[in-house]
């Protein structure tokens, strides 16, 4: 059974790190045309994507936050991290990371995804 | 970025209606196209990817179509559980995906 899960701080103060980590399980980091996707959702809004990081380390990224995010992981401990700087209120959100899968024809989807994060930030 | 248009925003059906979602692409988009529903506090789950295949476990009540920029999402006689958030995400461009913006389907 592949399962993905999100943990980090609930509460960020403004300017801060935000540092969120996606534990998997079920699969490998390391699998071909596999990798994990972090997606945000403000409460009552839209999905917003916001990068990404495949089996040969290739990361991509939000046009609009690329100044502000990292992506990393560890295969040893099935662990993706992203990473968000400078921290808003705005970016108050709930966070999921998804797996994302790769067909013999190039088309790409997000399957399944974790439950979800909230973060808040606030002073 | 490709932008990603659902329409309508909202709508109200019937147990049993059959709806139709549409999603419109800013540019060419092929087929890589793909389909979420989300349950109020849940994640999102795959419907429908590469414009019109089903995901497995998917019921057959819901099917995909279009190519280019144009899309559409079908559910062929609603159930009470078909009631949700529809998203469509375009995969042509993985720098950046992106999202429509959603359409809240309720029971009339």
């Known amino acids: 059974q592949v399962t993905l899960k999100e943990s980090g701080p609930v509460l960020v103060r403004p300017t801060e790190t935000l540092t969120l980590t996606c534990t998997v399980s079920g699969f490998s980091l390391n699998d071909a045309r596999v990798g994990v996707t972090w997606i945000r959702q403000p409460r009552g809004k839209a999905l917003e994507w916001l990068a990404h990081?495949?089996?040969?380390?290739?990361?991509s990224y939000s046009t609009s936050l690329q100044d502000r995010l990292t992506i990393s992981k560890d295969a040893s401990k099935s662990q993706v991290v992203l990473t968000m700087t400078n921290m808003d209120p705005v970016d108050t959100a709930t966070y999921f990371c998804?797996?994302?899968?790769?067909?013999?024809?190039?088309?790409?989807?997000?399957?399944?995804w974790g439950q979800g994060t909230l973060v808040t930030v606030s002073s | 970025d490709i932008q990603m248009t659902q329409s309508p925003s909202s709508l109200s059906a019937f147990v049993g209606d059959r709806v139709t979602i549409t999603c419109r692409a800013s540019?060419?988009?092929?087929?890589?196209l793909n389909w979420y529903q989300q349950k109020p506090g849940k994640a999102p789950k795959v419907l429908i990817y590469?414009?019109?295949s089903l995901q497995s476990g998917v019921p057959s009540r819901f099917s995909g179509s279009g190519s280019g920029t144009d899309f559409t999402l079908t559910i062929s006689g609603l159930q009470p559980e078909d009631f949700a958030t529809y998203f469509c995400?375009?995969?042509?461009?993985?720098?950046?995906?992106?999202f429509g913006q959603g359409t809240k389907l309720e029971i009339k």
């Open positions: 995400q375009q995969s042509y461009s993985t720098r950046p995906y992106t």
């Open positions: 540019q060419y988009i092929s087929r890589y």
């Open positions: 998804a797996r994302r899968l790769e067909n013999d024809y190039g088309k790409n989807w997000f399957d399944p």
């Open positions: 590469g414009a019109s």
């Open positions: 990081i495949i089996s040969n380390d290739e990361k």
